[in-house]
C-alpha cells in the first residue's frame, strides 16, 4: 500500500478475493476498502452472503490504537475526522451487503452468533 498505492493493493485484493469463490464453507475477512472496489460487493452478493461489521467511530478508533502498524487511510492527525469522511464515502456499500451488524457493544462472540443467526447457519 505505502509502496504501490492503494490502486496497486485494491488491484491485489479483488485477484485474491476472485481466487476465494471456489472455496466451501469458509469466511472471507475483508478489510472495508474491498466493497468500494469494482463490483467486489456484487461478486461476494453473488458468491456467498455479504456482511458489514460497523461500530461508532470512537469505537473503530479505540479499537486500532493499539496496532503498532497505522491503516494507511488513516494514518496522520486526525484520524477520528479521516474515520468519518471513509465511513460516509463508503457508506452505500456497505448497506449494499445481506446485512449488517452494529458491533458497537458487542463481544467477538456475539458477533458471531448474530452473523450465524441472520445468515441461517
Known amino acids: 500500500f505505502n509502496i504501490h498505492g492503494e490502486e496497486y493493493f ?3 485484493e479483488r485477484k485474491v478475493l476472485l481466487s476465494t469463490f471456489n472455496l466451501k464453507k469458509a469466511v472471507i475477512s475483508t478489510g472495508g476498502g474491498l466493497a468500494t472496489y469494482q463490483d467486489n460487493i456484487q ?3 453473488a458468491n456467498g452472503v ?3 461489521l460497523s461500530a461508532s467511530p470512537e469505537k473503530i478508533i479505540s ?3 493499539s496496532d503498532a502498524n497505522i491503516r494507511p487511510l488513516l ?3 486526525d484520524r ?3 474515520l468519518n469522511k471513509l465511513i460516509q464515502k463508503r457508506a452505500y456499500y456497505y448497506i449494499s ?3 449488517v451488524i452494529d458491533t458497537t457493544n458487542l463481544t467477538p462472540h456475539q458477533i458471531v452468533e448474530n ?3 441472520k445468515a441461517g447457519i
Open 50 to 52: 455479504a456482511v458489514t
Open 97 to 99: 451487503a445481506h446485512f
Open 80 to 82: 477520528e475526522e479521516k
Open 75 to 77: 494514518q496522520g492527525d
Open 63 to 65: 479499537r486500532i490504537a
Open 10 to 12: 485494491r488491484e491485489l
Open 115 to 117: 452473523i450465524c443467526k
Open 43 to 45: 461478486l461476494v452478493k
